[in-house]
Every structure is written in C-alpha cells, then in structure tokens.
Nanobody, 115 residues
C-alpha cells in the first residue's frame, strides 16, 4: 500500500504564505504525477496544482502566479508553496499521487486564511 503524509497547513492572514509538504511511502514503484487538491465547505474538491514525473506542471487559474508546486523525486515528496494567500483559499488541502494504476490520497490538511 501507499501512504501519504501531509504537513504544513495552518492559520495565516491574507497576504501571507504557507508551504505544504506531502511525502509518499510504501509500494509506490513508479509515480506518474503528484498533486494538490482542495475542498472548501459546501464545494466540490478541485485541482489546485499537479506535477508529472517529467516536471510538467498544471495550475488552477485561481492560483496561477501565487502558488508553486515542486517535487523531490528521490524522496517521493511534493511541495506546494502558497504566497499571497486569500480568504477564498481557505479549504482542506489533499495530496494525491498517481502511480500509473490508481490514485492515492492523503488525509488532508486544513488551510485557513483570515481577512
């Protein structure tokens, strides 16, 4: 099995920054892509950012220019640097990993941005 451990969430004022980390372990074998999703109360889970094994990145329009996803392949770790945070970024953020077979999910970390 694959385990994902997330860290880095918390409470921050608008305009502030946070860095999320997600470390994948277990029977991974090979990772196709790693990413971050978020779900705000009453809303559907949405893609925030993703990065492939070839380091191609994808971002939601709402976070472009403010968030940066990066990946450390040697340790199967993915990061999400979040700058210029807004109250509308408040959500539970989930790490996701695809190993060419299935998607694995972390338990989520809360990010709260106060105005």
């Amino acid at each position: 099995q694959v385990q994902l451990v997330e860290s880095g969430g918390g409470l921050v004022q608008a305009g502030g920054s946070l860095r999320l980390s997600c470390a994948a372990s277990g029977r991974i074998f090979s990772i196709k892509s790693m990413g971050w999703y978020r779900q705000a109360p009453g809303k559907q889970r949405e893609l925030v950012a993703a990065i492939t094994s070839g380091r191609t990145t994808t971002y939601a329009d709402s976070v472009k220019g403010r968030f940066t996803i990066s990946r450390y392949n040697a340790e199967n770790t993915v990061y999400l640097q979040m700058n210029s945070l807004k109250p509308e970024d408040t959500a539970v953020y989930y790490c996701s990993v695809n190993n060419y077979v299935t998607d694995y999910w972390g338990q989520g970390t809360q990010v709260t941005v106060s105005s």
